[in-house]
Each structure stands twice: as C-alpha cells, then as structure tokens.
C-alpha cells in the first residue's frame, strides 16, 4: 500500500498549524507533503506532489477551495474546512462529500480520519454529481464576492486634483460631454472624465440615470421640474442645484407619461 | 384676463422615485392652465369692465359684454400659451405679461371684427369705433398685466411652498434613513464568520500554549464588547475608535501574519475629538474584506487624521490591496456611513472614495472642525 500523504491549504497560518498538529495525533502514519496558503497555490503542490489527501480551507484568496477541488476533481479524497459557510455546507451534504466546521472538535476530525483510511484501503467512487455541486458553489462564491453579476457602473473613477476618485453614481446629477471629454457632476463636485457619454449611458442602471439630449445623461432621481420649451424641447431643473439641462425632441419621451 | 394658478404649471417632482417626471403634451398642459379660478375671475372681470365702460358707448349692452367676455378669454390663453412656450431666454413671468400686453390690443380688434365685417377702414372711418377701441384697449391694459402680475406672484407662492414641501420630505428621507441605518447597525454587525474564524485561531493558540493567546483574547474582547449591538450607541472619541480598531487589526493580523500589515497615526488632539462610533471601523473592515483579504500578496492599512487648510478634519483609511470594482456594489456598511456621517457631523460631513497607486483604496471621512452640537444634527433639509 502507498504510504498515506496529504495537503493542506489554508491562508490562515495558526490554523494550518492547528490542523497539521491533530492530524498527526490522530494518523501519526499521514504525511503532510505540501501546505498552501491559496487556492493557487494548492493546485501547484497538487500537481508537484500528487497528494492523495486534500485538506482544503473554503474562503481563501485569489482561487478559492472550490476552485482548488474543481481543479483536483478525482485525484484525490477531498476534505473541506470551513468557518460557517452554511450554504457550503448544505451543498457538501447533498454530494456527499466531507467537510469539517471551524472551529472544530477532535472527535469530528477524528470521524473523518476513519473515513478517509477506509477509502484510502478501498477507493469509492465520489457521488456522481460531485462536479455539478462545485460549480454551483463556486458561482455562489463569486456571487457573494460581489465582484461578478453586477450589471450597471456603481463607481465612476474620475480624476480630481491630484488623486482618482471613486464617485458612487447615485450621487451623480448629470454627465454632459464636454468636446473630448465628458464631465460628471455630483453632491461632492465636478470632474472630467474619458468614457463618452454613449458608452456611459450603456453602463449606468436605466432605471436611474436617462440620456435626455445628444450630449446629456441625467440622473432621474435628482431632477427635480422639466419646463416645456418652443419646437417640443424641454428644460430640466435639478433638486439643489442651479444648471438647467436641455432636452432635446427625440429624448422627450422619458418624460412623456408612461 | 387671468386670474390665480391652481397649481397647474407648478410639476415639482418630490419624491425620491426613480420614475422620470411626467412631461405632459402642450396642448393639454395650457388647458391645464385654464383652471376655473381663473376662468371665473377672468369673467367676472369682462362683466365689470363691460358695465362700467356701458355709460360711454351707445351700442347696447351684450354686444359691449360679448367684446369684453372674447378678450378676457382670448388674454387668458395668451397668458397660458406664454407660460408653456415662452422662449429660453425671456424669464417665463415676463413672457407672460408681455403676452398679455401684446395680445391686448389684438384682442381688441379681434373683437371689433364682427361688427366692421372684417374691413379696417370701416373701423377708421367711425370716430365712436376708434374712440370704442380706445376705450376698450386702455382699460385691458391697464387691468390685464396688474392681474397677470398678481397671478404669478401667487403662482410663486405655490412654488415656494411645493419647495418648502419637497425640502420637508428630503429631510425626513433623509432622517429616515439615518435611522434605518442606525437600525442596521444594531442588526448583526458581528459577522459569524469572522467569529468563527478568530475564536478557531484563538483555539490553536491556546491549544499550542502560546503566550500570544491572552492578548489576543484580550483584543477579540474589545473587539465584541464594542461591536456587540447596543441601543444607546452615543458619540464616542476618535481615540475610543482607534482603539478599537487596533483591537480589530490586531485580531486580522493574528490571522493573516504574511498579508497584513498596519499602522496608525492620529495626533493626540485629533483623538481627543468626539467621534461617529463604528464609523473608522467600517472603513477598517471594507479595507480587510475588499482589499486585503481577497488578495493573495494582502497589503498594508494606513489610519491617520489631519487637520485640512480650511480647518476641516480628515480621518484617512487607506489600504494597499485588491482596489474597488466599479461594478462592486457599495456595501451597506459604506452606503450607511455617509448618511450617519451627515447626521452626527451635520451636512458638510462627507465620506471621499480615493484610488491608490498602484492599487488599493484611501477611503476619506471629512467633518467640519466645529463640535458636532454646534453642527445642525438634523441631516440637510435645505442645502443652498
């Protein structure tokens, strides 16, 4: 029988130490290859040692312990460690593969050592649907990240003085171009910046913010009248401020009646 | 002849929906303006004038009242149709009363057409017609643009008072979500995930028999004790939330030796400022959470306040990490912030988002100098 090894992957050094430490109460026959402190790096040492364990923290940097699993797939009886991720480990129930709560208790570890000797004896074959609960876990890791999903601009990066400022859009009142450039105004200032207004008005949430003449995009929520002009034009006046924003003919329609 | 608004032409648009304002066809929007105020008054003004002028002209009464009632209607219209295509450069209200000085005499002979069969020179050629017109032109003159003039003046004051209205309603928005906010603060500002993880840190080293275990613990209980819910979260000091904040950073740093890296410098009579509570520590924990923690290399978190040259002053949280998506939403934690900074620092608090060179974020709380009693408690109702 090949001699038993494992890796462990955690960004949190003490718990890293704190796993190595039972593990080696526990299966002082167990060798620990290879420690990794992300998902990245557990799939390098993965590849280097081809552990037949694999110890796999949930919540790490850059490629999470999903992402790790995913790339390991069956190489390897996966065991994952997490801190009360209740949606991971509600999926980890259902295709049956093993986890361990943070903080975590001696005996629980110890459960999972005895099912880990066992398969190590007689290889099972993981859950058939062992693929399908990863990558839906690791949508829903990207999800909560925040990073993915979000379909309108929340942030315009603008240059102001000497620095780049993060406006957040819904203190925007207007946007206008302004020849190369196009200016943002919000409660806090002005600033010039490169993006044109028709990518703009692509990017920003259009339940909010409307394009109301060729060069004008306007945030809804702060106008605050609209006065009809000659030649069906219109004039619009913001809440707080003393710039009036023209409307032309084939924008009017945002404020017909709906 | 026009008479008071009801209200027509004033579309202030007060509420925070997002729905555009509604724009209504022009047509629509000057019978709009023909409310029936204004349309009584008009009348009863032909009627006066009608009778009053009787004496001086021979031809019978209704005729001399049917002149009168076409003007006051056609100088009605004339005042609406100005009010809704006055050109952009004339302010409205003088457009108006222009409009009704213009239409005046036109009116006049409008209503002389009838009796002269549309021929001007069988008006010129009878003196009491001319002398009629006359009559008739200089008393619509001289009552149309008084009461053009007195149905704006009121039209302003129903201007001003949808404005005091809509500020009203701002306000209290605004004072509502400051207590939403304030509400939010009480729920769960302890993430259990944070918990979990520290407590198994705190495991390991107590397990380990490390001589970091008490001071750490001694942090994780600074940490709790403050963030823990509390109904009467008042002002605190600068100092108190520093301190806390150390106790958070310090509690990250157990956890995340290789990634992060902090410092603090906040001069001693900065600190000794009273202070929003939770409000640096929110910047700290978004600093972790987006910066730090999703960046394999971590970063460094840089605390500092300064006083600025106009005397304002400015609690900086910056960090070296991961940086801020655009498309990332703004946590509740930072969206909450803002409207807890106005109503603790009043108005001219704000929160200022900077991007870092090469990456990371320098996020910015600045409040006016003053002692927040001094600042208006209440958020801005009626900024200029």
Redo the contacts between chains.
Sequence with gaps: MTAATALIADDEPLLRERLRAHLARLWPELEIVAEARNGREAIELFETHLPRIAFLDVHMPGLNGIDAARAIARRAELVFVTAHENYAVQAFEHGAIDYVIKPFEEARLADSVTRLKSRLAAPQPLSADFETVLDRLAGELKARAGAEGRKYLQWIRASVAASVRLIPVEQIAFLRSDEKYTLVVWEGGEALIRTPIRELVEQLDPDTFAQIHRSVIVNLRQVAQIDRGFNDTAEVRLKNRREVLPVSRSFLHVFRQM | MPAAPGGAI????TS?????????P?LQ?IVGALTWRRTTVAAGLAVLVAALLNPVFTIPFWVLLGRTVFIAVLLLIAFAAAG?????RIP?WLAQVLAVVIAAPIATLLAYMPSIDGNLTNLLSSEGRVMGFVYITTTVLMIAPLLALGALYRERDAQARAALL?FAL?RSTLEKEALDSRLKLLQAQIE??F???T???V???V??GSPQAAPVLKSLIAYLRAAMPRLHAGASTLGNEIALVRSYLELMQ??????LAFAVDVPADIAAREFLPMSVLTLVENAVR?GI????N?GRIDISARREADGSIRVIVADTGAG????????TGL?NLESRLRGFFGAAA?L????ARPHG??AEIVFPAQAPSDAPTAPPGA??
């Design positions: 004033v579309r202030r648009m925070t929906s997002a729905s555009a304002p509604v724009l209504r022009a929007e809704t295509w006055h050109p952009r409205r809509g701002e259990p995930h918990l979990f993880n407590l198994a840190n495991q390991a080293l397990e380990s157990m956890r995340m030796p290789d990634r987006h923690d999703p960046s394999e971590g801020m998506n655009p498309s990332a939403l703004p946590g969206t704000r200022e988002l900077h991007e974020l320098s900024r200029p």
